[in-house]
């Protein structure tokens, strides 16, 4: 047995050639489908919506938090009892086999990449590397002969899911979940349609890129017969938390914290959502995009470049890569202690905020001085 780093709290788990020991017979004998989770963005979302639909039906076990990693997943797996009739565990990664590991340790009957895109290219060394290393899972699919849900609008997904049984959800009537925006101010509001009635669901998430995500949970709620009312209602029952697309209104200004993480993809999408929204004044705040490689300055430019293009009456950037992007164009902080230091000797009143950056940003420390 190896010991997972230098870990002092205990927490040990077998690394061999079979990365759970014991552990995956054990799982065979429990038998109960397990449905996995990877993807650059939304993972974490996604995971939860599942969990809110599936829950209405099974008993269910599903990542908490983001224990995602090559701990994490075999604690979770740790959790999973002959009670469980489901499973829904998230898998992320940031160097490639990362993903290979942890479906050999959670060996899961279904799988849903939800996107690929820019994001620990420090650790994937390409984009080209993050489509292989997600990739992952569809290749243990293909080989176990089990099942995906995939968005047929993705054509980086398209192109590697050959040879493998699809659930397919997206935008065309011809998915198995097919669904459209109807608004988005601030929140989703989207329709899908089974069996010709058209479902209308109010939710709690911000974005239009959010809807890929319901979508995802619709198509599993159908696929595992959970009547579509039920569906409808547990995807607008569900409210993120965590700094993930949180609305927040305080006494002087109503924040979008969307502080927990941020990438070039993730970034570009929450800054047009903002940028179609019909609220003024507005203010960005926004921190780096960290673990980016030799690309972080090339990438941290194209966001300066896009905020340009908006009309935004206030842009408060912070962290070392978007002082060098910005140059004299915008406002910039070395710090989020400076960041919260100016705000705070200068307050904004009456403003919309998106406030979004990497998680070692912490960004949403900035809250307690608007």
Same mark, same amino acid.
């Given at each position: 047995m190896r010991v997972c780093g230098n870990r002092q709290s205990g927490l040990f788990y077998r690394r061999t050639h079979n990365p759970c020991g014991q552990r995956a017979d054990d799982l065979a004998a429990i038998g109960c489908p397990i449905i996995g989770i990877t993807g650059t963005n939304g993972k974490t979302t996604t995971k939860e919506l599942l969990a809110s639909v599936l829950s209405t039906k099974y008993n269910l076990l599903y990542t908490e938090g983001n224990l995602n990693n090559h701990i994490g997943v075999p604690l979770t797996l740790l959790r999973l009892t002959h009670d469980h009739e489901m499973a829904v565990i998230e898998m992320g990664a940031s160097h490639p086999g990362d993903i290979k590991e942890l479906v050999d340790i959670a060996q899961p009957n279904y799988g849903?990449? *939800?996107?690929?895109?820019?994001?620990?290219?420090? $650790?994937?060394?390409s984009f080209e590397g993050v489509i292989k290393t997600k990739g992952e899972l569809y290749d243990y699919m293909r080989r176990t002969k089990g099942k995906i849900f995939i968005n047929q609008d993705n054509k980086y997904l398209k192109e590697i899911a050959n040879g493998i049984e699809q659930v397919t959800y997206g935008s065309d009537e011809t998915a198995f979940a097919w669904?459209?925006?109807?608004?988005?101010?601030?929140?989703?509001?989207?329709?899908?349609? !089974? !069996?010709?009635?058209?479902? @209308?669901?109010?939710?709690?998430?911000?974005?239009?890129?959010?809807?890929?995500?319901?979508?995802?949970?619709?198509?599993?709620?159908?696929?595992?017969?959970?009547?579509?009312?039920?569906?409808?209602?547990?995807?607008?029952?569900?409210?993120? *938390?965590?700094?993930?697309s949180q609305l927040k209104k305080t006494e002087n200004n109503e924040l979008i914290i969307d502080a927990y993480n941020a990438n070039p993809s993730s970034m570009k999408v929450a800054l047009d959502n903002f940028a179609t929204m019909p609220v003024s004044p507005k203010a960005l705040i926004l921190g /780096?995009?960290?673990?980016?490689?030799?690309?972080?300055?090339?990438?941290? @430019?194209?966001?300066?470049?896009?905020?340009?293009? $908006?009309?935004? /009456?206030?842009?408060?950037?912070? $962290?070392?890569?978007? !002082?060098?992007?910005?140059?004299? /164009?915008? *406002? @910039?902080?070395? *710090?989020t202690e400076e960041l919260i230091e100016a705000l705070r000797k200068n307050p904004l009143e009456g403003y919309h905020v998106l406030i979004k950056g990497s998680h070692g940003m912490a960004l949403e420390r900035v809250v307690e001085v608007l």
């Open positions: 849903i990449i *939800t996107n690929v895109g820019r994001a620990h290219l420090e $650790g994937f060394g669904g459209c925006v109807v608004s988005c101010n601030p929140y989703l509001t989207f329709e899908w349609k !089974q !069996q010709g009635k058209i479902h @209308t669901v109010e939710t709690h998430l911000i974005g239009n890129y959010n809807l890929d995500n319901a979508l995802v949970a619709v198509a599993v709620g159908r696929f595992f017969k959970i009547p579509a009312e039920r569906i409808s209602r547990a995807i607008a029952a569900y409210e993120p *938390t965590n700094n993930r /780096d995009m960290r673990e980016l490689g030799p690309t972080s300055d090339e990438l941290h @430019t194209e966001v300066v470049a896009r905020i340009k293009e $908006g009309n935004y /009456d206030k842009v408060f950037l912070c $962290g070392e890569h978007f !002082q060098k992007a910005a140059g004299k /164009d915008f *406002t @910039t902080y070395a *710090t």
